[in-house]
């Protein structure tokens, strides 16, 4: 039987992935002592590598595709093909950022700043990289963990490290003076899993499902029947995805209505619709949303 070998990361991204993974459709089991995890699918073989590692193993062949982000195919230079960005975060579609951060009270306040000091962090080959091609000759140490400690005690002069929001940094006294790359997670594969066109089609199949899943979270369907006379004002509530899906009930003069909206618009929409008319309103989840 042919199988597609398939990376999933382990570590910050590994439950928001198995998460997807059920969404989808696919039920994974990962031990906590085991690198090969199970799958309901026959023709899929699982691992688990870290994120960091993954564009590498995936670009030699040991795996086919994997899922990591942006960021760690950046800093390892490999050479693989993105098929598709998986956008994970919910509360924001912006990508994830590594950031320069220094302390609040620094006298650093720019990247020429940094000129010979000391900067730590774990995205240390894309780091070197960026200052090198700034012509910023500066000492770029690796990060094990707990790098906003490092600068706050005077250890470095500033780290590169990954944020969203910026939140977290601020909470430890630190500002942000660049960003030096985006990062959003990706489905990576080789070449010549591309080329083989069984494997190409199952991961085809696979992307589907996952984006599918990934575009219903947040979203509910609503159903609801309203008089005809009444159809003009109702739609004028509705934010569809297209256009909402409109047939003729046996009750004359009555319509159904179907659409897709954002779950967190609910609640201030349904008491406006049963104002302008609307009843019999059923609210469903989703799954998946395949446009």
Aim: proline share 3%; net charge positive; charged share 30%.
């Amino acid at each position: 039987m042919k199988t597609l070998k398939l990376g999933i990361p382990k570590g910050s991204l590994q439950e928001k992935t198995l998460e997807i993974f059920r969404m989808a459709g696919f039920n994974i089991y990962a031990s906590s002592r085991s690198y090969f995890p199970t799958i309901d699918d026959p023709e899929i073989k699982v691992v688990l590598i870290r994120a960091q590692e993954m564009s590498r193993y995936v670009q030699d062949g040991v795996l086919d595709c994997g899922i990591t982000g942006e960021d760690w195919i950046l800093d390892s230079g490999s050479n693989v093909l993105r098929l598709a960005e998986l956008l994970y975060a919910k509360r924001t579609l912006n990508p994830v950022r590594w950031v320069v951060a220094v302390k609040d009270d620094s006298k650093i306040k720019k990247l020429q700043d940094l000129k010979g000091k000391r900067i730590a962090t774990e995205l240390i080959n894309y780091t070197k990289k960026f200052f090198k091609n700034k012509k910023i000759p500066v000492d770029v140490e690796f990060s094990w963990g707990a790098t906003e400690v490092k600068v706050r005690s005077g250890l470095v002069d500033a780290i590169v490290e990954l944020t969203e929001t910026g939140e977290s940094l601020r909470a430890n006294g630190l500002k942000e003076i660049a960003t030096i790359c985006l990062s959003t997670t990706q489905f990576i594969a080789n070449k010549p899993a591309v080329k083989d066109v069984w494997k190409n089609k199952k991961m085809n199949y696979l992307l589907l499902l996952l984006k599918g899943a990934l575009e219903a979270r947040g979203k509910v369907g609503l159903k609801l029947n309203v008089k005809q006379e009444n159809l003009k004002e109702v739609l004028s509530l509705l934010p569809a995805l297209k256009k909402p899906t409109i047939s003729s009930l046996t009750l004359q003069g009555w319509v159904a209505c179907e659409v897709i909206i954002e779950e967190n618009r609910v609640r201030e929409l349904l008491p406006l619709l049963k104002e302008k008319g609307a009843q019999g309103i059923i609210e469903y989840p989703l799954n998946k949303v395949i446009y």
